[in-house]
């Protein structure tokens, strides 16, 4: 079998990477970033993503961004084989150059800033994503999206922190300051962006953003996410969480009775393919772990999922737990009252039934049931 495309031999970018599918040229892309930590949770929602085209009114590729060394000629196989344009052309060493990266943060966070740039003449709109999201809904139906003014459209996530103490707020907020946002602040998830590539290249968001983290790298430790907040500051097309929704825990839980989510993004460390992990609960739900389990039923690395953690983080789970409930028994662990979630259920809904977000003003999303969804139309 053919490897998979690479820089010599991929599609043309705006094709589908289906040879003799018959589908016309997209102008619209679902981009990816990753490295091989992430490779495999990539592959997860880019094939969910693919898989939804057909059903889709609007066409869009899907591509993930990887350098070469970082991919196996079996995934490039297994992409090629599912319609995914796999893209290794992208100059790293503009961006590792930076050196502000810790942990689980590598060069590929910022990968994202130079997609317009990249994909310039070949797409009009992308929608970047995060690689720990999983996908509930009609992706392509963010494609007829028109944002306006504004370089990009993302779902805001600086107003309602309802999960935090009010020094956490405190200190999230002097953070912002510190960024030179200001009131009232309209930081937004860098996690899911749906990007007008001309308008984004016109004001030279990319440059201007790795510019910032140059410049503000210990105000960066989110570095992507914080230098666009701060070069924009507030200036975007709001979306409702439909489009970008945290997993039932925290700020999510209160959002998602009343929200039918297309995106679920499990933002922080407690990703949906480790089982267990310190900060991650010994009986949590699994269902997103199965989605996981399903999926690679079907690839060439059923094991890896078993891989991804070990008899340590059985103990981090365990440890946790103990500690919550020590927590709980010395009247030192900070979980809300049932009014107190009472209220923030009813924040929550105040704030995204009733604000002015671009995909309620456009028809693509609509109050139904009870419940922020995609329209029907």
């Not at 060493?93 to 990968?111: C, D, I, P, Q, V």
């Not at 269902?287 to 999926?295: G, K, M, N, S, V």
Request: proline fraction near 5%; charged fraction near 30%; charge should be positive.
């Amino acid at each position: 079998m053919k490897p998979g495309p690479g820089v010599a031999d991929r599609p043309a970018p705006g094709a589908s990477g289906l040879a003799g599918s018959g589908e016309r040229p997209s102008r619209n892309a679902v981009c990816l970033c990753t490295d091989r930590n992430m490779l495999i949770p990539a592959l997860f929602v880019a094939d969910s993503v693919r898989s939804r085209l057909p059903a889709s009114a609007h066409r869009y590729d899907v591509i993930v961004f990887c350098e070469a060394s970082e991919v196996t000629e079996g995934h490039r196989r297994w992409m090629q084989d599912r319609g995914i344009v796999l893209r290794d052309d992208m100059d790293m060493a503009r961006l590792s150059a930076l050196k502000r990266f810790s942990g689980r943060l590598t060069a590929a966070t910022l990968m994202k800033l130079l997609l317009a740039e990249h994909l310039a003449g070949s797409y009009d709109r992308i929608l970047y994503l995060d690689s720990d999201v999983s996908i509930h809904g009609d992706i392509g139906r963010i494609f007829s999206l028109d944002t306006g003014g504004y370089e990009i459209a993302a779902v805001p996530a600086g107003r309602l922190l309802l999960q935090l103490t009010e020094k956490q707020r405190d200190e999230t907020f002097a953070h912002f300051r510190a960024l030179g946002m200001t009131e009232p602040f309209r930081f937004f998830n860098s996690g899911v962006l749906y990007i007008d590539v001309n308008k984004w290249n016109r004001a030279r968001l990319g440059d201007r953003a790795l510019a910032y983290i140059r410049d503000n790298p210990d105000l960066c430790f989110l570095p992507d996410e914080h230098a666009l907040n701060a070069v924009l500051d507030g200036s975007l097309a709001e979306l409702t969480l439909v489009w970008n929704a945290r997993p039932p825990s925290g700020e999510g839980r209160a959002a998602l009775p009343f929200i039918e989510p297309v995106v679920l993004h499990y933002a922080g460390h407690d990703k949906p393919w480790r089982r267990y992990g310190y900060r991650k609960r010994l009986f949590p739900d699994r269902a997103a772990y199965r989605h996981y389990e399903a999926f690679l039923k079907e690839t060439p690395w059923p094991g890896w999922l078993d891989e991804q953690w070990s008899a340590r983080d059985l103990w981090g789970s365990v440890a946790w737990e103990f500690k919550r409930v020590s927590r709980r028994l010395r009247g030192k662990l900070d979980e809300p009252t049932r009014a107190r979630r009472a209220a923030q259920l009813d924040a929550g809904r105040r704030f995204w039934t009733e604000g002015d977000f671009a995909d309620v003003r456009q028809g693509l999303v609509e109050q139904r049931d009870g419940r922020l969804q995609l329209t029907d139309r």
